[in-house]
């Protein structure tokens, strides 16, 4: 089981980046996948989350109107398109999920994780 974030990079104040998550070794589908971020100094925060039917959204209020996680089953991958970025969204950006099917939004529920990606905003 793995997860491979990318789309990381330096954007400007209120510009826009996509981060992908591929995921491999299992049916995705089944499972719940998350983005999170962490911030030097600082604790890893959920951004966001999916469930495998995409029914379910989860969104931080910090993003709430400007991050829109999606994801494309057949390709295994998970998105997050970030929107108006401000330079508090400077961080490393890390996709998850959880061992079980189970609907899950807290770090702590979640087992696999993927290596990380750098988001820096800068004005």
């Known amino acids: 089981v793995q997860l491979q974030a990318s789309g990381g990079g330096l954007a400007q104040t209120g510009g826009s980046l996509r981060l992908s998550c591929q995921a491999t070794g299992r049916t995705w589908s089944d499972y719940t996948i998350g983005w999170f971020r962490q911030a030097p100094g600082k604790g890893r925060e959920t951004v966001a989350a999916i469930s495998g039917s995409s029914l379910s959204r989860y969104y931080a209020d910090s993003v709430k109107g400007r991050f829109a996680i999606s994801r494309d089953n057949a390709k295994n991958t998970v998105y997050l398109q970030m929107d108006s970025l401000e330079s508090e969204d400077t961080a490393v950006y890390y996709c998850?999920?959880?061992?079980?099917?189970?609907?899950?939004?807290?770090?702590?529920?979640?087992?696999?994780w993927g290596q990380g990606t750098l988001v820096t905003v800068s004005s």
């Open positions: 998850a999920s959880p061992y079980t099917t189970q609907w899950a939004t807290e770090p702590k529920d979640f087992d696999y």
